[in-house]
C-alpha cells in the first residue's frame, strides 16, 4: 500500500507520521551512504544494524549532517521499498494504550534488531503501509505510533539514519553525560541535562573526510563557546 499525500503537521496529528520530501541535496545524501561504508570498514566486527550512537562521540561528520534546519526522525540514504524493508507504520496507533515490556515478545537471535517485538496477534497487517522514500527523504513519526519493517530480501542497501530531537526541559535519564547528547540550537534549562563537546575534524585518518570540514570546524568551536557552561568537558 502506498502513503497518500497530505499537509504534514495534519497528516502527523491524524496518522502519527509524515514524510518531506528531497531534503537533502544528493551529494549530502551520498556522503551519507559512504559515511556508512566507512564505518563498517572500521568496525569489520560489527553488524551493520549496531552502527549506533556509542560510536559516534568523537564524529564530525555525524553532528553535521542533523544539525540541518528540520526536526528528522528518520534520514533515508537509499531509496527504499517494501523489497529493501522500507518503514512500516499503523497509521492512528500512536493513540492507543502503550504495552507494558511483559506484553512484548522477546527474541533471543538476530531476527528482531531491539530484541523484542510485537506479537504477530496485536498487529493489524491489513492496515500497515509501506513507506516508500528516495534517498535524501525524511519521515517523522510520533513515538507511540506502531511501526517496524520486513525484512530486506533484496541485494539492496536500505542505509537510514535515526535521530532523535528532544526538547532542552527534557531530562536524559542516565548516570553521567549521554554519548550522544548535543545542544544543537536554543537555550539549555539550567540543572535539566549536561552535553557533550561538538567534536571537530582532524585530518588523521581517524575521521571521514567530508565537504566543508573547515566550515564545520567554524560552527563547531562556536557552539561549543556559546554552551560552554552546559557542556561536561570530563574534567
Not at 33 to 41: D, F, K, N, R, Y
Not at 158 to 166: D, P, V
Request: a negative charge; aromatic letters at 8%; one cysteine or more.
Amino acid at each position: 500500500m502506498q502513503i497518500a499525500s497530505a499537509e504534514p503537521r495534519a497528516q502527523y496529528d491524524t496518522d502519527g507520521y509524515t514524510i518531506y520530501r528531497d531534503v537533502l541535496p544528493r551529494d549530502l545524501v551520498a556522503e551519507a551512504a559512504g559515511h556508512v561504508t566507512w564505518m563498517l570498514e572500521r568496525n569489520p566486527d560489527t553488524r551493520p544494524e549496531h552502527l549506533s550512537n556509542h560510536l559516534m562521540a568523537d564524529d564530525p561528520f555525524w553532528l553535521r549532517l542533523i544539525s540541518m534546519e528540520v526536526v528528522t526522525r528518520w534520514l533515508a540514504a537509499d531509496d527504499t521499498d517494501a523489497e529493501n524493508g522500507c518503514l512500516r507504520i499503523l497509521p492512528g496507533t500512536q493513540n492507543e494504550r502503550l504495552l507494558s515490556w511483559e506484553e512484548l515478545e522477546k527474541s533471543t537471535d538476530d531476527s528482531d534488531v531491539l530484541g523484542s517485538g510485537m506479537r504477530p496477534e496485536d498487529v493489524d497487517e491489513d492496515a500497515a503501509i509501506d513507506l516508500e522514500m528516495a534517498a535524501g527523504d525524511v519521515e517523522v513519526h510520533h513515538p507511540n505510533v506502531i511501526h517496524g519493517s520486513n525484512a530486506n530480501t533484496s541485494p539492496r542497501w536500505r542505509r537510514g539514519l535515526t535521530i532523535r530531537y528532544i526538547p532542552a526541559s527534557t531530562r536524559i535519564v542516565t548516570d553521567g553525560t549521554w554519548i550522544s547528547a548535543y545542544m544543537l540550537r536554543g537555550e539549555p534549562s539550567p540543572g535539566v541535562n549536561r552535553y557533550q563537546p561538538f567534536p571537530t575534524y582532524r585530518d588523521d585518518g581517524t575521521q571521514m573526510p567530508f565537504a566543508d570540514a573547515d566550515g564545520w570546524n567554524a560552527k563547531a568551536e562556536a557552539l561549543n563557546q556559546r554552551y560552554a557552561s552546559e557542556i561536561d568537558t570530563g574534567a
